[in-house]
């Protein structure tokens, strides 16, 4: 097995590497509902960039008679409109104004009444009604008793035409809500598909944006409804007789609702970012497929939150882009800003491309070094610009954040939790003792070496968000039966296995615990709480203490987490550790596209350079020029003692000088570390050799 060097927890780690390290699926979480959404109609003459060529509200003094009593009424759909079912077992789209129901979506959740409607659609024009296919409510057995798993092939359907043939570029936008499981993948979805042949072909792209496995969108709980755009050029531009549907195909769980459905022109000018990368420690080149589009497992850049002595170098950037306007475009360039306790510290720019057609998209090649290994909030921006500027420029703009700080390696950010996750959400298990955590790496203790002595690191303990949990879950707490253990293990890649280096006792968790950050410190002995010597490791907290559901699942509690729509680094290879691994057998794990909010906080033998702690003042000097050719000079006064060590912490130049005396090194291209003691002042600064 190849060996994976970066240190934070990548998809690529966790996807090829794990996949070998007892790799278990996830599986589909059949659970509580969550929000949704809702449209209107109109066909209009000719159009300005950004005008309106079609328009549906689902207005219910058109669409009511499609619903009585909550059950569907294909044939009243109105004219030009078809509501279908290709599965023939009456799963029909509806008209309504409140949301879905069924035994996952309803408002009481899990063993509540499945007949009740959970919030509608808050959507722009919601309050006149919108378009509902209740996947969850078919797939429920009248008295709540039961959920089946037959799979949606419906759709509603436009087929009185819409003469698009002076329109080269058409975007279709809508509102949304939507909840699928199981089985979404490629070919089952929910999809736009458009007939130009009078119905007899049909040709689409899926609308559904979220993960591979639990795809939600929008909001039925009184948030808003997801605002979706996709560039249909290619399927219904310049087409003289174009027919829709919005079709579910292929899940069987949970909902979808759809709402203010429009065929617009464009603005002439709107390039955007579909996506971005920071490559950290490795460079990617694109050689190995290494930019898959609109995939949620390709984004590789790490943690929220490293302490300073295990920052290593960022080594370039990326970004998805697309021409999304009418007009082409001309002198595109990707900007990247690095920003640092809210000031601009480094800024790169990518070559320029001259012409960038209508409906164009590539990545973005950049190689660049960053190493922002000191304390503070850092902000990685990514925007794009053109001779033309932008219509749009609310959309260009990709922002990632990053925390450096001094004890604590943090998946997500604690303050941005938006929901709760627990390892039966996605082990194969559903056994006491399951367990959440992640992979990580740490680097050599040399890396940040100031003194030529040693170092090491001083595992400490860990830390986890405990959930508010639900109803069913909060006796677990009241009786204080919800336990948990915290351990770090290192990976043996010579047999693929596990060895425990550290653990935690077992520790109570009582009601106070709840809605709260909790401490566990590591049984510390002298011995086990120092790593000498960096490699792969896992951070594992095993949760006791279960429930049975409604539906005789056991299940274990939550912990709070943030998703990829809030924080979208918290998607990195985030790995669910069955028990087993307590017992040093195989790791059960799987890919979450969430992160959890846990962390682990260690320790490092040397002090932060810039601390306030030194018993040294911090010298202040300049190296010039940086970067250079190997010959450099500083502008030390007096006697100072220089030493140069490169990115590993080894030494390879010690010497003396007097004053800015030249200095020349015999060394390969990269990044290197200047230390200058001169009195009892000493700094370090990092010096670029070409």
Same mark, same amino acid.
């Given at each position: 097995?190849?060996?994976?060097?970066?240190?934070?927890?990548?998809? &690529?780690?966790?996807?090829?590497?794990?996949?070998?390290?007892?790799?278990?699926?996830?599986?589909?979480?059949?659970?509580?509902?969550?929000?949704?959404?809702?449209?209107?109609?109109?066909?209009?003459?000719?159009?300005?960039?950004?005008? &309106?060529?079609?328009?549906?509200?689902?207005?219910?003094?058109?669409?009511?008679?499609?619903?009585?009593?909550?059950?569907? $009424?294909?044939?009243?759909?109105?004219?030009?409109? %078809?509501?279908?079912?290709?599965?023939?077992?009456?799963?029909?789209?509806?008209?309504?104004?409140?949301?879905?129901?069924?035994?996952?979506?309803?408002?009481?959740?899990?063993?509540?009444?499945?007949?009740?409607?959970?919030?509608?659609?808050?959507?722009?024009?919601?309050?006149?009604?919108?378009?509902?296919?209740?996947?969850?409510?078919?797939?429920?057995?009248?008295?709540?008793?039961?959920?089946?798993?037959?799979?949606?092939?419906?759709?509603? *359907?436009?087929?009185?035409?819409?003469?698009?043939?002076?329109? @080269?570029?058409?975007?279709?936008?809508?509102?949304?809500?939507?909840?699928?499981?199981?089985?979404?993948?490629?070919?089952?979805?929910?999809?736009?598909?458009?007939?130009?042949? #009078?119905?007899?072909?049909?040709?689409?792209?899926? =609308?559904?944006?979220?993960?591979?496995?639990?795809?939600?969108?929008?909001?039925?709980?009184?948030?808003?409804?997801?605002?979706?755009?996709?560039?249909?050029?290619?399927?219904?531009?310049?087409?003289?007789?174009?027919?829709?549907?919005?079709?579910?195909?292929? $899940?069987?769980?949970?909902?979808? %609702? /759809?709402?203010?459905?429009?065929?617009?022109?464009?603005?002439?000018?709107?390039?955007?970012?579909?996506?971005?990368?920071?490559?950290?420690?490795?460079?990617?080149?694109?050689?190995?497929?290494?930019?898959?589009?609109?995939?949620?497992?390709?984004?590789?850049?790490?943690?929220?939150?490293?302490?300073?002595?295990?920052?290593?170098?960022?080594?370039?950037?990326?970004?998805?882009?697309?021409?999304?306007?009418?007009?082409?475009?001309?002198?595109?360039?990707?900007?990247?800003?690095?920003?640092?306790?809210?000031?601009?510290? %480094?800024?790169?720019?990518?070559?320029? &491309?001259? *012409?960038?057609?209508?409906?164009?998209?590539?990545?973005?090649?950049?190689?660049?070094?960053?190493?922002?290994?000191?304390?503070?909030?850092?902000?990685?921006?990514?925007?794009?610009?053109?001779?033309?500027?932008?219509?749009?420029?609310?959309?260009?703009?990709?922002?990632?954040?990053?925390?450096?700080?001094?004890?604590?390696?943090?998946?997500?950010?604690?303050?941005?939790?938006?929901?709760?996750?627990?390892?039966?959400?996605?082990?194969?298990?559903?056994?006491?003792?399951? #367990?959440?955590?992640?992979?990580?790496?740490?680097?050599?203790?040399?890396?940040?070496?100031?003194?030529? $002595?040693?170092?090491?690191?001083?595992?400490?303990?860990?830390?986890?968000?405990?959930?508010?949990?639900?109803?069913?879950?909060?006796?677990?707490?009241?009786?204080?039966?919800?336990? +948990?253990?915290?351990?770090?293990?290192?990976?043996?890649?010579?047999?693929?296995?596990?060895?425990? +280096?550290?653990?935690?006792? %077992?520790?109570?968790?009582?009601?106070?615990?709840?809605?709260?950050? +909790?401490?566990?410190?590591?049984?510390?002995?002298?011995?086990? *709480?120092?790593?000498?010597?960096?490699?792969?490791?896992?951070?594992?907290?095993?949760?006791?203490?279960?429930?049975?559901?409604?539906?005789?699942?056991?299940?274990?509690?939550?912990?709070?987490?943030?998703?990829?729509? =809030?924080?979208?680094?918290?998607?990195?290879?985030?790995?669910?550790?069955?028990?087993?691994?307590?017992?040093?057998?195989?790791?059960?794990?799987? /890919?979450?596209?969430?992160?959890?909010?846990?962390?682990?906080?260690?320790?490092?033998?040397?002090?932060? @350079?810039?601390?306030?702690?030194?018993?040294?003042?911090?010298?202040?000097?300049?190296?010039?020029?940086?970067?250079?050719?190997?010959?450099?000079?500083?502008?030390?006064? #007096?006697?100072?003692?220089?030493? /140069?060590?490169?990115?590993?912490?080894?030494?390879?130049?010690?010497?003396?000088?007097?004053?800015?005396? @030249? /200095?020349?090194?015999?060394?390969?291209?990269? =990044?290197?570390?200047?230390?200058?003691?001169?009195?009892?002042?000493?700094?370090?600064?990092?010096?670029?050799?070409?």
């Amino acid at each position: 097995m190849k060996k994976v060097t970066l240190f934070f927890a990548m998809i &690529v780690f966790a996807s090829f590497a794990f996949a070998q390290k007892s790799f278990e699926p996830q599986k589909y979480n059949l659970d509580v509902a969550q929000p949704g959404t809702e449209l209107h109609s109109k066909v209009n003459k000719r159009k300005a960039p950004g005008d &309106v060529l079609f328009e549906e509200d689902f207005d219910g003094a058109d669409w009511s008679a499609t619903s009585n009593n909550g059950e569907p $009424v294909p044939a009243n759909a109105p004219s030009g409109w %078809e509501l279908g079912d290709f599965s023939g077992n009456g799963f029909y789209f509806r008209w309504d104004t409140v949301g879905p129901r069924g035994i996952f979506s309803n408002p009481e959740g899990s063993g509540g009444d499945c007949s009740l409607h959970a919030d509608g659609l808050n959507s722009t024009t919601g309050a006149n009604g919108f378009m509902m296919l209740e996947a969850d409510h078919f797939n429920s057995a009248a008295d709540c008793s039961q959920y089946f798993e037959d799979a949606m092939d419906s759709y509603v *359907e436009y087929n009185a035409g819409i003469d698009l043939s002076d329109q @080269p570029a058409v975007h279709l936008i809508f509102e949304q809500a939507n909840r699928m499981c199981c089985g979404v993948s490629g070919d089952n979805n929910a999809f736009f598909t458009v007939s130009t042949d #009078g119905g007899t072909t049909w040709s689409g792209i899926t =609308v559904s944006v979220s993960d591979a496995s639990n795809a939600t969108i929008g909001s039925i709980t009184g948030g808003p409804a997801n605002n979706s755009e996709f560039d249909i050029s290619s399927i219904a531009g310049n087409e003289s007789n174009v027919m829709f549907r919005f079709h579910m195909k292929g $899940v069987s769980h949970y909902h979808w %609702e /759809i709402d203010d459905v429009m065929l617009v022109a464009p603005e002439n000018n709107d390039m955007q970012f579909l996506d971005y990368w920071n490559d950290y420690t490795v460079y990617r080149d694109g050689t190995s497929n290494d930019y898959p589009l609109s995939n949620p497992d390709d984004f590789t850049e790490g943690f929220y939150e490293y302490p300073w002595f295990l920052m290593q170098e960022f080594k370039g950037f990326h970004a998805a882009y697309i021409n999304f306007g009418g007009q082409d475009q001309t002198n595109f360039v990707h900007n990247i800003e690095i920003w640092k306790d809210g000031e601009i510290v %480094e800024s790169f720019a990518t070559g320029v &491309v001259a *012409e960038l057609p209508v409906g164009e998209q590539d990545t973005t090649m950049l190689e660049a070094t960053v190493f922002p290994w000191q304390i503070g909030e850092y902000k990685f921006v990514h925007y794009p610009s053109t001779t033309a500027g932008d219509d749009i420029p609310s959309n260009d703009t990709l922002s990632r954040y990053l925390s450096v700080s001094d004890t604590v390696l943090k998946v997500c950010d604690f303050t941005k939790v938006d929901g709760s996750l627990s390892p039966d959400n996605w082990t194969s298990y559903d056994e006491d003792g399951d #367990g959440i955590g992640f992979f990580f790496n740490l680097p050599e203790p040399s890396l940040h070496d100031q003194n030529g $002595v040693a170092d090491y690191y001083v595992l400490d303990g860990a830390y986890l968000y405990i959930a508010s949990n639900r109803g069913d879950e909060l006796p677990l707490f009241e009786t204080e039966a919800a336990k +948990v253990v915290a351990g770090v293990y290192r990976y043996n890649e010579a047999d693929d296995s596990y060895t425990q +280096v550290i653990s935690s006792a %077992e520790q109570t968790l009582t009601i106070n615990d709840t809605s709260s950050i +909790v401490y566990i410190p590591f049984a510390k002995d002298g011995t086990a *709480e120092y790593v000498f010597q960096g490699g792969d490791y896992v951070l594992a907290f095993n949760m006791y203490g279960t429930w049975t559901d409604p539906f005789y699942r056991l299940q274990s509690w939550n912990v709070l987490r943030t998703s990829n729509n =809030v924080q979208k680094n918290s998607i990195d290879a985030i790995a669910l550790i069955n028990s087993s691994i307590a017992s040093s057998e195989d790791v059960g794990t799987a /890919i979450s596209p969430e992160g959890p909010a846990i962390a682990l906080r260690l320790t490092y033998t040397e002090l932060y @350079p810039n601390s306030i702690n030194e018993i040294t003042e911090t010298l202040d000097f300049s190296i010039y020029p940086n970067p250079s050719k190997g010959t450099f000079y500083i502008d030390a006064q #007096g006697t100072s003692q220089v030493t /140069i060590m490169n990115i590993a912490g080894q030494v390879i130049d010690s010497r003396i000088i007097n004053g800015n005396a @030249p /200095i020349s090194i015999d060394v390969v291209s990269g =990044v290197y570390f200047v230390r200058v003691e001169n009195g009892n002042k000493i700094g370090t600064k990092r010096l670029i050799v070409e």
